[in-house]
């Protein structure tokens, strides 16, 4: 029988790849043990790195499925070789990541008693994630300016280029959200994109976000530029060298700290599972079709009534009946012993969390039902009789 073996912190992957061959559990730490000698498909999150070292005699494999949207973690080009058929989940986490830094610009302007709508925000990094994320900040009356050298080439070609370079984006952004891929070399590098020259170059109380890689920073200049450069705000969700823990001292200097949890809603995993499940079938011709709804769990909040115009305050509630940043920042700050086990732990055990869409929203504003329903809210309008 066809055997399955997938990362056992994985939800709904049993469930939904069960009808496909025998489903094996294991943990993160064991997927590339002796279990997988005989194993068909492999289903792994970032944390296990699939290179030519850890394939080695693992010939029985025909498929590896990352539930990730990121793919630094595989060696694509080594199972090309191998004729080992690979898929990622690009895309799958967009909305979840987008809204974890709306949510953590909601939670900062409110408590430092500032708009949103009155800072330029930059965006560096247009895929999936970009661009949806600059998609709900221009819905809320955001001025964004975008960054994405490789997309910028592209258009260039055509004579369309509205991208800013780093530099640009840089001098004129009050905050900057980075979305970009790892890459270690070549045209359009990112590893230690974010080094002294441009941190030093940042405007005054300038907020960077960092939910990609902790490698797209170069840490040493970090600590050492907030040394004299106190006004600079930061929200990390991914760290450097997360196997091996977090660095406390820049844990202590961070505004918001999360364990790279930005992309972990219900929408997000089941979207990114069923994707590689679908990847898989084709491979065995076995098409199957599987409905998100069967999987999602009923939020804690599902319909409410929201009276009169939007502000920011209001927004700011109703995002936090959804997802309080506020908490999973205490859970890791308030983590006893930091290194790898107890970030993964807190990664595993993440609390439910839906995305906007799950919140109904009745409305009697009709520019309210407007603006909710363009950043993801499920918004109805009830007119007043």
């Known amino acids: ?61 025909k498929f590896i499925g990352s539930a990730t949207s990121g793919i630094d973690h595989v060696d694509v080009d080594w199972l090309k070789k191998l004729g080992v058929a690979f898929s990622a989940a690009p895309g799958c986490n967009a909305v979840a990541v987008a809204e974890y830094v709306f949510t953590s610009l909601l939670f900062l302007a409110e408590r430092n008693n500032f708009q949103i709508k009155d800072c330029i925000i930059g965006i560096v990094g247009v895929g999936h994630i970009g661009s949806y994320l600059n998609k709900i900040l221009s819905a809320w009356g955001v001025v964004t300016l975008l960054c994405d050298p490789p997309l910028s080439d592209k258009i260039h070609k055509k004579k369309q280029n509205y991208f800013y370079s780093l530099n640009e984006l840089v ?4 905050i900057i959200t980075f979305h970009i891929p790892l890459v270690y070399k070549g045209k359009y590098k990112t590893f230690h994109i974010i080094n002294e020259k441009i941190l030093l170059s940042l405007k005054k109380n300038a907020i960077l976000i960092n939910s990609s890689r902790g490698a797209i920073i170069n840490n040493e200049d970090l600590i050492d530029v ?56 084709k491979l065995i011709n076995k098409p199957k079709k599987i409905k998100i709804n069967k999987f999602l769990i ?71 039902f407007n603006i909710l329903k363009n950043i993801g809210f499920n918004a109805f309008f009830e007119q007043k009789v």
């Open 226 to 281: 907030l040394k004299i450069r106190k006004d600079i705000k930061l929200v990390i969700d991914v760290w450097n060298e997360e196997e091996n823990g977090l660095s406390i001292d820049l844990l202590s200097k961070t505004i918001i700290a999360t364990p790279h949890i930005a992309g972990y809603t219900i929408e997000a995993k089941i979207n990114a599972i069923i994707k590689l499940y679908e990847r898989w079938c």
């Open 1 to 61: 029988m066809v055997k399955i073996l997938v990362d056992e912190t994985i939800p709904y992957v049993s469930d939904i790849f069960k009808n496909s061959g025998n489903v094996v559990k294991i943990s993160s730490r064991e997927l590339l043990g002796n279990d997988l000698l005989d194993a068909d498909c492999l289903i792994i999150r970032s944390v296990t790195k699939i290179n030519k070292q850890s394939l080695v005699d693992r010939k029985s494999i």
């Open 171 to 174: 001098n004129k952004s009050d």
């Open 298 to 368: 009923e939020p804690t909040f599902s319909n409410i009534f929201l009276h009169g115009r939007i502000t920011q305050s209001k927004l700011s509630k109703l995002a936090n009946l959804i997802f309080s940043i506020y908490v999973d920042d205490s859970l890791l700050r308030n983590t006893t012993i930091m290194n790898y086990y107890s970030f993964n732990n807190l990664q595993n055990h993440h609390r439910i969390r839906r995305e906007w869409f799950s919140l109904k929203v009745n409305c009697d504003n009709y520019e309210t």
